[in-house]
């Protein structure tokens, strides 16, 4: 059961390639999403499905295929409703980016519902796709962007992208090893769909959360105040 945050499709490829030969199964792979206040449980998937989607740059917008590969969060477990909305609440059809939300019997109490997940996806086929966090979204001339797109291209180097006057991906040295050099980290951001200035910070700057995932927001906040 993969969870907790974002489920690669390459990741999953390179776990399955280790693990193989000791018999483990691409089918046993069961991508789920899950959240704290609807007691972990919302979606589960039955094995890996892999799809390449066009995501739009604005909430409410429709999707289309593409060229960026994401994995299936599978459909929402027994008793779970999930809902994708725009920003003013309403609720959107199958294939349009918009605002999670869950209700539920599972949902925590006091908390209204249906509850905002605060993260963006979609629908597609009637299973989730997670696309990104609200709060980590980048915006350059009115155009939404996935900050992921950005650290992408910089992996497996450790990474944050955030914005303030200007959008600053921040990278991590290893600890250990050869270490990058910021003529080339800049030409790989060239990429990017939208200006990002790298900046490299020393091993284990980045902030993490309490289960070791990177937090943009408090990275953001500790970039600020230098």
């Known amino acids: ?68 590969e994401l994995v299936s969060l599978g459909r929402p477990v027994q008793g779970v409703e999930l809902s994708l909305r725009n920003d003013q609440g309403q609720e959107l059809p199958d294939g349009h980016l918009g605002h999670i939300h869950i209700a539920g019997p599972n949902l925590a109490l006091g908390l209204p519902s249906p509850y905002n997940t605060g993260d963006l996806g979609f629908l597609w086929e009637e299973e989730l796709f997670f696309v990104t966090r609200h709060k980590d979204v980048l915006v350059h001339h009115g155009r939404k962007h996935d900050p992921e797109v950005v650290e992408q291209l910089l992996h497996p180097l450790e990474s944050a992208a955030v914005q303030g006057e200007e959008v600053i991906c921040l990278i991590e040295r290893p600890r250990r090893g050869p270490q990058p050099d910021p003529i080339e980290l800049q030409q790989k951001l060239s990429l990017a769909p939208l200006p990002v200035r790298a900046q490299l910070v020393d091993s284990g700057w980045l902030p993490r959360t309490s289960s070791g995932k990177i937090s943009r927001f408090r990275a953001r906040q500790k970039h600020v105040a230098l």
């Open 1 to 68: 059961m993969l969870g907790s945050e974002t489920i690669r499709p390459d990741t999953l490829r390179e776990f399955y390639a280790k693990f193989r030969e000791r018999g483990l199964a691409w089918e046993a792979l069961t991508p789920v999403y899950g959240l704290a206040e609807a007691t972990l449980a919302v979606t589960f998937s039955q094995g890996p499905r892999l799809a390449s989607f066009q995501i739009p740059h604005q909430i409410g917008e429709r999707v289309h295929p593409g060229d960026r």
